[in-house]
């Protein structure tokens, strides 16, 4: 049984290290919700340890189907899930993003967020804006981006308030 444990956990490190975008363990741990020797011991031995809802989550991050853990504690492979809408953490998966935006979204840390409607009414539409800095973005460079951000969200205030012009004919 250990052996199956300690396939699995090799199995799930390979995985990370192959993904594209590359995945660190601390992002792992932080997409998750969990801590890093959470992600260390997945990728051990010590996977026992951890909750199979966790080791279901970390395998669903790494591309795998609900089912692979089970197949590779029992001596399988693991199934891609590339061919199937994935299901992503702390997303809403019909959302349809690009990819080139969802992979934005995804690689950065989100500082704030707003959304600008642009009337009245749900039908008028809004701007949606997602403020967001490098993962490992020191104090200084937060307090930058967030100063940037101040004086385009007057624009875009101004965009939404302004009222509707009518086109003369």
């Known amino acids: 049984m250990d052996q199956d444990f300690a396939r699995l956990g090799e199995q799930l490190k390979v995985a990370r290290l192959r993904r594209r975008p590359r995945l660190s363990q601390e992002d792992a741990a932080e997409t998750l919700g969990v801590g890093r020797s959470t992600v260390q011991k997945m990728e051990s031995a010590k996977v026992s340890q951890v909750t199979p809802t966790t080791v279901r989550a970390y395998a669903r991050l790494l591309g795998w189907t609900d089912d692979s ?3 590779v504690t029992a001596g399988g492979d693991p199934i891609s899930a590339t061919d199937e809408p994935q299901p992503h953490l702390h997303a809403v998966p019909e959302l349809n993003l690009p990819p080139a935006v969802e992979y934005e979204l995804r690689s950065g840390k989100v500082l704030d967020s707003q959304v600008f409607n642009l009337g009245p009414d749900e ?5 949606i804006v997602v403020l967001q800095g490098k993962k490992d973005a020191t104090p200084e ?29």
């Open 141 to 169: 460079e937060v307090e930058r981006i967030a100063a940037k951000y101040r004086r385009a969200r007057r624009h875009l205030q101004g965009i939404a308030s302004e009222p509707n012009e009518v086109a003369e004919s």
């Open 123 to 127: 039908a008028d539409g809004q701007i």
């Open 69 to 71: 853990v089970g197949r």
